[in-house]
């Protein structure tokens, strides 16, 4: 015991020395450059499993038949979730970090605290020319996804984050919120404009194949249904349907990818749902880590915008040998989320740093 303390704690003390050789040069608390020595990714994918912290990626382990795809990644750290406005961030602002780099007030969609909207991360790198896709198992203007693309002072706006869409430059949407597109108090038909705005819209089934054109995948009128409810293998098919089509842009691409319904679970207090809904999401990384295996360019990113549900993998009272899935709260939670990093940049993903870290590190490795 005592040689391996030993041994794991030069094994610590050299991984440090040689991360400080490496190491990224801070700025203002924030990555501005990085040393040349890491290897940049042409490509990442953020996978954000909402509501999901260490109890929850957990139920991996003991629920699901098999090796979690959440043990192939080698690159471990903690994310300090806390908003501008609020010690626990709803995910909103907890969405907005990833997105624009600036923490934010609870409700806010792509804007600062003082509602001044912020260019996002997909903006940015669609007018560089990459590919962006964005994926959720919620509608598409639902709080994480719709901080990717507008700019709206509060996530209840859903109409006015729709209005976004059709500018965004975004190359591939699939998810929820048919309505807020066709179904509009203001009578408006933004599927029309979405249209001559060069989207193939898809309504009935997930497609086969990528089309050359952008493409708006919507597949239900609000949120897609639980995965108890028969929403079978939407998330894996449609994160490798995005891959397919935005992996053809030499330039690289940026995909976002939420299991958004983790989250819903955490609220209604169900770990039947939640974990139905983590496993799915777990499915899901082994299509993004099986494609990045191969591709060679392309850095993943998995980690949660906070916890939700203070769930924890309790004992059944005195009987250790049962799990007893409990929650604390209905609301969210003030605990620290993982990271997990693969592929080129992983590295930059050690340590525990505040969220809105996570878009600067994604932007410095983007910078060529
Ligand atoms: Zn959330």
């Known amino acids: 015991m005592k040689f391996k303390f030993f041994f ?3 094994f610590l003390i050299f991984t440090t020395l040689f991360i400080s050789c490496v190491s990224v040069q801070v700025k203002d608390n924030t990555v501005s450059t990085i040393s040349s020595e890491i290897k940049k990714p042409k490509n990442i994918i953020l996978l954000i499993g909402d509501g999901m912290g260490l109890s929850e990626v957990s139920t ?10 959440f043990e192939r990644f080698h690159t471990i750290g903690l994310s300090k979730t806390s908003s ?4 626990i961030t709803d995910s909103a602002a907890g969405a907005t970090v990833f997105s624009t780099g600036v923490k934010t007030y609870n409700g806010a969609i792509g804007v600062d605290k003082d509602t001044i909207p912020m260019p996002t991360i997909v903006e940015q790198l669609s ?11 919620s509608s598409i203007q639902h709080a994480t996804p719709a901080s990717f693309y507008a700019h709206v002072k509060s996530r209840r706006m859903y109409e006015e984050i729709t209005e976004f869409a059709p500018n965004s430059g975004v190359n591939f949407f699939a998810g929820g919120g048919l309505k807020f597109f066709n179904k509009r108090k203001d009578g ?6 979405m249209k001559a705005n060069g989207y193939k819209v898809t309504t009935d089934q997930l497609p086969q194949a990528p089309v050359e054109q952008k493409e708006l995948i919507l597949l239900a009128e609000d949120g897609m249904p639980k995965m108890s409810e028969g929403r079978g293998d939407f998330l894996p098919n449609a994160t490798k349907l995005a891959l397919e089509k935005l992996s053809k ?11 958004s319904q983790i989250d819903w679970g955490g609220h209604d207090n169900d770990a039947d749902y939640l974990i139905g809904e983590l496993l799915d999401f777990d499915k899901t990384l082994g299509v993004a880590l099986d494609f990045a295996k191969q591709n060679g360019e392309t850095l993943i990113i998995v980690t949660a915008d906070h916890e939700t549900g203070g769930f924890t993998l309790a004992s059944d009272g005195s009987d250790y040998n049962k799990i007893k ?8 939670s003030a605990t620290m989320v993982p990271v997990f990093a693969e592929g080129p940049g992983a590295t930059l993903f050690n340590g525990i740093y505040e969220s809105n870290e996570i878009y600067h590190k994604m932007m410095a490795l983007f910078d060529k």
Do not use: M, W
Request: aromatic share 10%; net charge negative; glycine share 12%.
């Open 8 to 10: 794991l704690t030069t």
């Open 325 to 332: 899935p409990s929650f604390s709260t209905p609301g969210h």
């Open 84 to 87: 501008a406005s609020d010690l």
């Open 188 to 193: 408006k038909d933004l599927l029309a404009e």
């Open 127 to 137: 007018k560089r020319g990459l590919s962006t896709g964005i994926v959720a198992t």
């Open 249 to 259: 842009n030499e330039k690289g691409f940026f995909l976002i990818v939420e299991g």
């Open 60 to 69: 991996a382990i003991y629920y699901k038949d098999g090796n979690p795809n």
